[in-house]
């Protein structure tokens, strides 16, 4: 970090949580380190006994390597663990669900978080793939439910997608961005609903390929992961897809589209897939890389890449096991 500005947040608000497994207590740890005050509630006993042990060493953890800005038990002292929903919610501004991915779970605690939150509290739930309109879809107070999907470990994986259905109002979103912004966990808000949003998706797409390739005896899981690991993943964890081909190809991404379009649609045809780079939606693409980044900065931009991606490789040969 330093990812976390340590409480510098312009408006604490109380926030509640719903679920203490991965998600709900990586999400304590950014919202207490980012200033809030968090009641988190999790239906079985043992998991509440353990998770603000749990924080804590997270909040270790990411202070041994200089990641948070406040002392670790500082931050911890602003995460509450509550026996019922009921307390979780009270006075609370901002409420995440963090229960399994199951719709029926997911419903009957929306529909109780509906009857008990404060009227003006925004609902999210954390759901990987079950949208808004699947488990709020019959609540007098829709209005204010959404889809907040975090990556994971939230408190390092610093994204937040956020997937309004057609019913939720504009003030709910704004009011989420504006939240998810306070605890810099930058928020993409994802225009319309669809079975895994954008993160699934894109995640989605490799391992597809993933899996096809082992079974069909092209490569190992290792091979594979070794691939990820020290080749598209490590790019990736400095710049995007897009970023990735533009920087790779002199001329940009269109020239890309042009020479290497053909083979990925060949590529995705194999799969049964018909969605070739048309000359439209590549100049749109296209469009949008020159607006960031224009076509003369080129040869900066692919140095500043390098340089990022020496400073990683240094790091992970200095880091210990
Ligand atoms: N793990 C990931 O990589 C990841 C990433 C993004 C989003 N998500 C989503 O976040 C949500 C939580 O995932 P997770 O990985 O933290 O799951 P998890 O299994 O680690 O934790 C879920 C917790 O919810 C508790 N719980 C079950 N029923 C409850 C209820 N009625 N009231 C309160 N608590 C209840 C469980 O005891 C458990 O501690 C899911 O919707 C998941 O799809 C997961």
Request: aromatic letters at 6%; hydrophobic letters at 45%.
């Amino acid at each position: 970090m330093a990812i976390l500005n340590g409480g510098e947040t312009t408006h604490a608000r109380k926030v509640a949580i719903i679920g203490a497994g991965s998600i709900g207590t990586g999400l304590a740890v950014v919202y207490s380190h980012a200033g809030h005050t968090v009641s988190i509630f999790d239906a079985a006993p043992a998991q509440r006994q353990r998770v603000l042990q749990e924080v804590r060493r997270i909040l270790y953890d990411l202070q041994e390597f200089g990641l948070v800005a406040l002392p670790a038990d500082e931050i911890v002292r602003k995460v509450q663990v509550v026996d019922n929903l009921n307390d979780a919610v009270s006075s609370a501004e901002f409420i995440h669900e963090c229960a399994p991915e199951d719709l029926g779970i997911k419903r009957r605690i929306m529909k109780e978080l509906d009857e008990v939150a404060p009227a003006n509290a925004v609902i999210a739930s954390a759901s990987s793939a079950i949208t808004a309109s699947e488990f709020a879809d019959r609540l007098p107070g829709r209005a204010r439910c959404l889809v907040a999907h975090p990556g994971n470990p939230p408190y390092l994986l610093r994204v937040m997608e956020i997937v309004p259905a057609a019913f939720t109002s504009e003030d709910a979103v704004r009011r989420a961005l504006s939240f998810m912004a306070s605890a810099e966990l930058a928020p993409i808000r994802v225009r319309r609903e669809l079975n895994g949003f954008v993160f699934n998706r894109l995640q989605g797409a490799v391992l597809r390929e993933a899996y096809c390739l082992v079974r069909d005896g092209v490569a190992s899981v290792e091979e594979i992961d070794r691939l990820v690991r020290d080749g598209l993943g490590l790019r990736w964890s400095v710049i995007g897809p897009f970023e990735t081909v533009d920087l790779n190809t002199r001329g940009g991404i269109g020239r890309h589209a042009r020479i290497l379009g053909p083979a990925y649609h060949a590529m995705g045809a194999e799969r049964g897939q018909d969605d070739p780079w048309t000359q439209g939606l590549v100049s749109e693409i296209e469009s949008q890389r020159r607006a960031i980044m224009p076509l003369d900065q080129w040869d900066d931009r692919v140095r500043w890449r390098n340089r990022k991606l020496m400073s990683l490789i240094a790091a992970r040969e200095s880091e210990q096991d």
